[in-house]
Nanobody, 119 residues
Framework: VQLQASGGGLVQAGDSLTLACAAS????????LGWFRRVPGKEREFLAR????????IYADSVKGRFTISRDNAKNTVYLQMNSLIPEDTARYYC?????????????WGQGTLVTVSS
C-alpha cells in the first residue's frame, strides 16, 4: 500500500494551496481517508477525514472553514484544499487510510508533503 502526498511548497500568508494524496495497493472505496500534519517537536495533529462515499466529513476546529477535504474515488485520490494560510500552518502534511466511520484506526500512512507559509 502506498499513499503519496503531493502539492506542498512555499507560499505566502493568505495564499491557497491544494494537497493531493494518491493511493495505490488498497481498495480505495473501502477506506476513510484523513489528513494530518506534524511540526517537529509537536504531536501529530488531526485536520480532517472523509468517509468512503465522500458524503461525510469531519474537521478539526483549527481548520474548520479554511480547509476542505474531498476525494475522487475514480482517481484513488484525496485532496485537501487550504485557504487563507497562516504561518502557523507550516508543517509536514500527510494522509492516512483506515476502515470505519466516523471513528477509526488508521492502517496506512503516507510520507507527507511539506508546506511552508511565510509571513
Amino acid at each position: 500500500v502506498q499513499l503519496q502526498a503531493s502539492g506542498g511548497g512555499l507560499v505566502q500568508a493568505g495564499d491557497s494551496l491544494t494537497l493531493a494524496c494518491a493511493a495505490s495497493g488498497l481498495s480505495f472505496t473501502s477506506y476513510t481517508l484523513g489528513w494530518f500534519r506534524r511540526v517537529p517537536g509537536k504531536e501529530r495533529e488531526f485536520l480532517a477525514r472523509i468517509s468512503w462515499t465522500g458524503r461525510g466529513s469531519i474537521y478539526a476546529d483549527s481548520v474548520k472553514g479554511r480547509f476542505t477535504i474531498s476525494r475522487d474515488n475514480a482517481k484513488n485520490t484525496v485532496y485537501l484544499q487550504m485557504n487563507s494560510l497562516i504561518p502557523e500552518d507550516t508543517a509536514r502534511y500527510y494522509c492516512g487510510a483506515g476502515v470505519g466511520w466516523p471513528e477509526l484506526e488508521y492502517d496506512y500512512w503516507g510520507q507527507g508533503t511539506l508546506v511552508t507559509v511565510s509571513s
